[in-house]
């Protein structure tokens, strides 16, 4: 079974930064695309950014120009770098690892708050 592990949330002001991390376990990980979501309360789970296997990046409009994906296949591992936070940024931030199947993290909570 694929585990993937969220590390990095935590709560920062407004135009602070913070970077996510994503380990996931296993020898395949070269081969998924991997994205991060975002949940706020009360509302659905909407795609903040996804990275290909070959590297292609694609983000939601609303964290174009703040926030970078970025993936280490040595170190089997998924960024988030986000900057510029805003209040409405604040929401559970899950990995997703999608091949054949698609697997979840636990969700780590970012809240931007002054």
């Known amino acids: 079974q694929v585990q993937l592990v969220e590390s990095g949330g935590g709560l920062v002001q407004p135009g602070g930064s913070l970077r996510l991390s994503c380990a996931v376990s296993?020898?395949?990980?070269?081969?998924?695309?991997m994205g991060w979501y975002r949940q706020a309360p009360g509302k659905q789970r909407e795609s903040v950014a996804l990275?290909?296997?070959?590297?292609?990046?694609n983000y939601a409009d609303s964290v174009k120009g703040r926030f970078t994906i970025s993936r280490d296949n040595a170190k089997n591992t998924v960024y988030l770098q986000m900057n510029s936070l805003k209040p409405e940024d604040t929401a559970v931030y899950y990995c997703?690892?999608?091949?054949?199947?698609?697997?979840w993290g636990q969700g780590t909570q970012v809240t931007v708050s002054s």
């Open positions: 997703n690892a999608r091949w054949y199947e698609s697997y």
């Open positions: 296993g020898s395949s990980f070269s081969r998924y695309v």
């Open positions: 990275i290909s296997t070959g590297g292609t990046t």
